[in-house]
């Protein structure tokens, strides 16, 4: 198999990279091999933008049979413990459309101006086709978005509007959106760093979110030696 691990940053991934270099066969630098396995890494820089880029100029190189996304979000739920691993069922794009006069915010997907069953978008939801079969890590519901949520009442507004999200993050609908596209199989797990709320980073589990994400990667990638 080959297989793509991206990243948005080397911080997410770095203890991966460690157990890679321990326990696969170091070809280059980001290149690893066991068996007849292969893994590459990407690290795309932060947000959609980079993602989009970086990631199609991959794979414009190279074909893989699985691509993952690792990385940390915010949880909306304070029934979501930080530091907690999830496999990411559905991604969307949070913030693409217009803001009204009365201040309230219109989804491009609630406008003529994109179908919102347009492939590969449903209801203007990206969905892991695989999803459904995972059983080693809990399902979740991601939102994307440009600008990171950073008071109580701004998330309010979010889960009224789009009431099944439950973590924030950078850069996943633009991964999901790739991935689809190019009809690749792919995973996108995410680790629970913060609750979005009123923005206070001493409440944050910044390395507890890494350690947990970085641990179920060397479980997958241990798992994958012996397939």
């Not at 691990?5 to 270099?21: F, G, K, R």
Request: hydrophobic content about 35%; proline content about 3%; aromatic content about 12%.
């Amino acid at each position: 198999m080959n297989l793509l691990l991206t990243s948005a940053t080397y911080l997410e991934v770095n203890q991966t990279i460690d157990y890679l270099d321990k326990y696969w066969h170091k070809c280059e630098e980001g290149t690893w091999k066991s068996g007849n396995h292969e893994i590459h890494l990407l690290v795309t820089g932060v947000g959609a933008f980079n993602t989009l880029y970086e990631l199609k100029n991959r794979l414009n190189q190279f074909s893989y049979s699985l691509i993952i996304q690792a990385g940390i979000g915010g949880a909306y739920q304070k029934n979501k413990s930080l530091g907690k691993v999830y496999y990411m069922a559905t991604e969307r794009f949070g913030d693409i459309g217009m803001e009204e006069k009365n201040g309230s915010f219109t989804s491009i997907f609630e406008t003529p101006l994109i179908d919102k069953n347009s492939f590969p978008f449903q209801d203007g939801v990206l969905i892991n086709p695989e999803a459904s079969l995972t059983k080693f890590l809990p399902l979740a519901h991601g939102i994307t978005l440009n600008t990171v949520t950073g008071t109580q009442s701004n998330a309010d507004k979010i889960i009224i509007k789009y009431p099944e999200v439950e973590i924030e993050n950078m850069e996943g609908a633009s991964f999901f959106y790739v991935c689809l596209k190019e009809k690749i199989p792919f995973m996108s797990i995410r680790s629970i760093s913060n609750y979005v709320e009123n923005r206070n980073k001493e409440n944050w589990k910044m390395i507890d979110a890494i350690e947990s994400l970085n641990n179920t990667l060397a479980e997958l990638f241990d798992i994958m030696k012996e397939m």
